[in-house]
């Protein structure tokens, strides 16, 4: 039953239908881009890419957490992983993107370094219960899709008095980055598809400044072919008719007011300050930092971590990528220097990341 469900936003014919009706629809060119890693891979994998009309083009933006960690956050996770009676908690895919100095975690637990590989910020609380000798630090990368979790995490390790469990928190915010693109005349993008995790928490309205201010459509889709399709198709029809909206077309996940439970968690723990993003640079309220209630576990404070600003990686081209500025096959590493198994940038690393997508899939 769940999978007839499933297979009807996958049917080649209503697939067909809604191209030849974006074929019609879309007379002038259409650059959309998507900010989520996980429409950047649907999006090649099921061969959309290659099927769209030729005046509608693709741009992927920076939706993958991992590749939009800034140089400067992995290289003060390093200079953590450097210290004793420290033991680092990470998601594995941090564990090969490189800091400025072209070094990353992999190469600290060569060098000796604890570095503990975790599943969720909960298996790191545990690992911290495990282990009363050392501080456990967890890194947190991610968008408002996971923050929310390490946010309840904090909470736990409160109510639990387990102080040797730190959080470096790196969560960023989508909708002050979405704003940092529009404002870059050199990418010009003419509307968004908006990621459809990041919509289950935070609703609809604070993507409303898209049509607003800067009167382009945006558009909330889940991540099958026909989800991908209708939300282009609306976004053409929107422009055709000249009335930009932020419209949700994931209603079978997407509640428009978001999750306010899990919006309460991130507010209680967390308050925003000025991020790095990698490529896009210093955001103002883009990050999430721990609120001084939570003082004990924050690794900033604790740890006397000074965020100092990295130079970008020699050659790799991450930055324009993630901005939209050109697409992966455009910068001269790839598929030569760089690939899957020998990654220069992160956006080569992560399996959500742009190049690391072109390079699977990519048949231009
Ligand atoms: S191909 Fe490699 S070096 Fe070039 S932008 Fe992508 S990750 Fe960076």
Request: hydrophobic content about 45%; proline content about 6%.
């Amino acid at each position: 039953m769940t999978l007839d469900f499933l297979n009807k936003f996958k049917d080649p014919d209503l697939c067909r239908r809604l191209l030849a009706r974006l074929e019609e629809v879309c007379g002038e060119p259409l650059r959309f881009m998507e900010v989520c890693g996980t429409h950047t891979v649907a999006i090649f994998q099921s061969g959309l890419r290659s099927l769209l009309p030729k005046n509608i083009i693709h741009l992927s933006g920076p939706g993958c957490p991992v590749c939009v960690t800034h140089e400067s956050e992995v290289d003060a996770y390093l200079d953590l992983a450097g210290r004793s009676g420290v033991v680092i908690a990470t998601f594995g895919d941090l564990m090969k993107v490189p800091g400025g100095g072209r070094r990353s975690l992999k190469a600290a637990q060569a060098e000796g370094a604890r570095v503990e590989v975790v599943y969720s910020a909960f298996d790191a609380l545990e690992l911290a219960a495990r282990t009363p000798d050392a501080q456990v630090v967890f890194l947190g990368v991610g968008f408002e899709t996971t923050a929310p979790t390490t946010a309840a995490t904090v909470q736990m390790a409160k109510a639990r008095g387990l102080t040797n469990f730190k959080l470096l928190s790196f969560h960023k915010l989508v909708p002050p980055a979405l704003e940092v693109l529009l404002s870059d005349a050199e990418t010009a993008i003419d509307a968004f598809i908006l990621p459809g995790h990041v919509s289950t928490i935070i609703g609809l309205a604070p993507y409303g400044f898209i049509a607003e201010r800067w009167k382009r459509s945006a558009v909330v889709a889940g991540f099958e072919p026909v989800d991908i399709l209708q939300a282009l198709l609306d976004i053409a029809l929107m422009r055709e008719a000249g009335e930009p909206r932020v419209v949700n077309d994931y209603k079978r996940a997407v509640d428009d007011n978001g999750n306010p439970r899990a919006r309460a968690v991130m507010a209680d723990v967390f308050r925003t300050e000025t991020a790095l993003w990698r490529g896009l640079g210093a955001i103002p309220d883009s990050g999430l930092a721990l609120r001084s209630e939570y003082a004990d576990f924050d690794a900033k404070a604790c740890f006397d971590i000074e965020i100092v600003e990295s130079p970008p990686l020699a050659g790799c081209r991450c930055g324009d990528v993630l901005k939209g500025r050109i697409n992966p096959t455009q910068c001269p590493l790839f598929a030569k220097a760089c690939d899957p198994a020998h990654p220069v940038g992160p956006c080569m690393v992560s399996t959500e990341g742009s190049c690391a997508a072109y390079y699977k899939y990519n048949t231009d």
